[in-house]
């Protein structure tokens, strides 16, 4: 039987900076809209919204990670794995726990999800809601997951980059904006940016047991290319927000945090060396989303 620290490293707290960002980021556009278009910002209005929206991001992303551990377990992807721990590979949980971890996660978010549909009156995100519950259990689950067919990056990028961010602000705010669009494109990036790290390390294994992920297709040498980018168009993609309100330069001083994974990344890492880059990437596309947040609200 799994202890609580088992489950807790199950549901992979290195990725979920990846739940996190895209609320800040999208909060912080709605803020600046609300701003722009009435010079003020009803705290009442955006707290408890935004709330909700980040409720129901982590539970989509824990429930996306123990999906993937139970299926990924049962297919025997799991049975070499470099990276975290994996509570059905190891055998510390029985598969069908982990299968109903998984479905109740996702349908917290559901729940969650939900109540911000009738609180912010968006009937038609219903549509989306059930596209990201299904996006996230067919990643790996189902027979021809899309994870397995090189799709999952795109996923992640519309999900936790354009749906979230964009879905975050117009919660709040009812209406699109293009900073909004801008800010989901470079968190999208950034997110992409995480499964890469994991995909890069695990090229071997994927290969092995059929699991054609977009690392496997590119190879090494592009996916340490692909990753690189997705970490550093994210800043210039902020210099036409920025120009119309420069605060949002302070995301610059995310810079930095780049430059030593991208650094290993392009150097070869490969193997264990490269966990401490998902790590690494998650605390970059963290500190970045909240400084665009802030550079949005000031």
Do not use: C
């Amino acid at each position: 039987m799994a202890t609580l620290s088992q489950w807790v490293q199950g549901a992979r707290p290195r990725t979920l900076p990846a739940a996190l960002a895209p609320v800040a980021a999208g909060t912080g556009a709605a803020i600046w809209q609300l701003e722009s278009l009435h010079g003020e910002v009803d705290a009442g209005l955006v707290v408890p919204r935004a709330l909700l929206a980040l409720a129901v991001s982590f539970s989509l992303q824990i429930g996306v990670n123990y999906a993937n551990d139970y299926s990924d377990g049962i297919r025997g992807t799991d049975d070499d794995r470099v990276g975290p721990f994996r509570l059905t590979g190891s055998g510390a949980a029985r598969p069908a726990t982990v299968k109903r971890a998984a479905i109740g996660a996702l349908a917290l978010g559901g729940l969650f999800g939900l109540v911000l549909i009738i609180v912010a009156q968006i009937w038609w995100t219903l549509l989306v809601g059930a596209a990201a519950i299904a996006a996230a259990w067919f990643y790996t689950g189902g027979k021809k997951p899309y994870g397995y067919l090189g799709l999952g990056e795109l996923f992640v990028f519309v999900f936790f980059g354009l749906v979230a961010v964009n879905g975050t602000a117009y919660a709040i705010t009812g209406a699109p904006t293009w900073v909004a669009l801008l800010a989901s494109v470079a968190i999208g990036l950034l997110a992409v940016a995480l499964m890469l790290t994991n995909n890069l390390r695990d090229i071997p294994t994927d290969a092995l047991s059929g699991k054609r992920t977009l690392a496997v297709r590119l190879g090494e040498r592009g996916t340490r290319s692909l990753y690189a980018a997705t970490l550093l168009v994210p800043f210039v993609l902020m210099i036409p927000v920025a120009v119309v309100q420069w605060p949002v330069v302070l995301v610059v001083l995310a810079l930095p945090l780049a430059i030593g994974p991208v650094r290993t990344v392009l150097g070869g890492a490969a193997g264990r060396a490269l966990i401490p880059v998902l790590g690494a990437t998650g605390r970059l596309e963290l500190v970045y989303s909240v400084l665009l947040l802030l550079g949005l609200a000031l």
